[in-house]
């Protein structure tokens, strides 16, 4: 079992940066893969994005302003965001699986979300 907890969501205005954490429990965290996935209100859940061992994707949404990496050390996962607009509203969740996806039926784990908001 792994449990995911992210942190670092806020309220920032547009044409700025945070950094999301998703803080994960168990001895494994370095053999799965990890997905940012974002939901807005009325919206489907969409993918952001995926780091496995040495690679990363993106959402092509974000490309280019966000940039995920893990410190295997920490079993901990990060989500940079910059230049941040009004569309980038939504709750973001981490995501844990073996083998990375871009699609979030794959994914096993779950956190329970983190509240972005920018603000025009």
């Known amino acids: 079992q792994v449990q995911l907890v992210e942190s670092g969501g806020g309220l ?10 998703c803080a994960t429990s168990g001895r494994t965290f370095s053999s ?8 807005a209100p009325g919206k489907e859940r969409e993918f952001v994005a995926a780091i496995s ?23 901990t996962v990060y989500l940079q965001m910059n230049s941040l607009k009004p569309e980038d509203t939504a709750v973001y969740y981490c995501a844990a699986r073996v083998g990375v996806s871009r699609y ?13 908001t920018v603000s025009s």
């Open 104 to 116: 979030e039926s794959g994914y096993d784990y779950w956190g329970q979300g983190t509240q972005v």
């Open 32 to 39: 799965y893969a990890m997905g940012w996935f974002r939901q």
């Open 12 to 21: 920032v205005q547009a044409g700025g940066s945070l950094r999301l954490s």
């Open 53 to 75: 061992w040495s690679s990363t994707y993106y959402g092509d949404s974000v490309k280019g302003r966000f940039t995920i990496s893990r410190d295997n050390a920490k079993n």
